[in-house]
């Protein structure tokens, strides 16, 4: 088997609306599918951020079912580059930071919620590799 990357990863919110103005108002991810009372996509680099209402992707039959509950945790990589930018960027739009680490490798990593509590993070480029 060979993995290119995570094509997608999925979250799961309480609320499609604010979870519209926080991805896409906020952060400007282009919305790539909505679905009320369902669903919402965005586009996140060349990947797909999936946000569902669990109480609806509990039950589906097709694809599977699935869902979870509490504080998910994803991390957006942004060009090293660009890091401190990002940073700034966040702080204009009021986006509360909640903690900033720094690496063994002497890279730094910026964490953050969204309205569901979501735990996200900023990471630059090389921090995994």
């Given amino acids: ?3 290119l990357q995570i094509k997608e990863t999925c979250l799961y919110i309480s609320d499609l609306g604010q979870t ?3 991805y896409h ?3 400007n991810f282009p919305v790539i599918s909505h679905v009320d009372d369902n669903h919402i996509f965005f586009r996140a680099g060349s990947s797909v951020l ?3 209402l669990p109480e609806k992707s509990k039950i589906q039959h097709e694809p599977p079912a699935h869902y979870a509950y509490g504080k998910q945790h994803i991390a957006f990589e942004v060009p090293r ?3 401190d930018q990002t940073i700034s960027f966040l702080i204009e739009k009021n986006i509360a930071l909640n903690y900033e680490h720094t690496w063994p490798n002497g890279l ?7 309205p569901d509590g979501h735990v996200l993070e900023i ?3 090389g921090l995994w590799d």
């Fill in 1 to 3: 088997m060979h993995i």
């Fill in 20 to 22: 519209k103005s926080f």
């Fill in 25 to 27: 108002g906020l952060l």
């Fill in 50 to 52: 999936l946000c569902f």
């Fill in 81 to 83: 580059n660009e890091y």
């Fill in 108 to 114: 730094k990593s910026v964490y953050f919620e969204d």
């Fill in 123 to 125: 990471v630059p480029s």
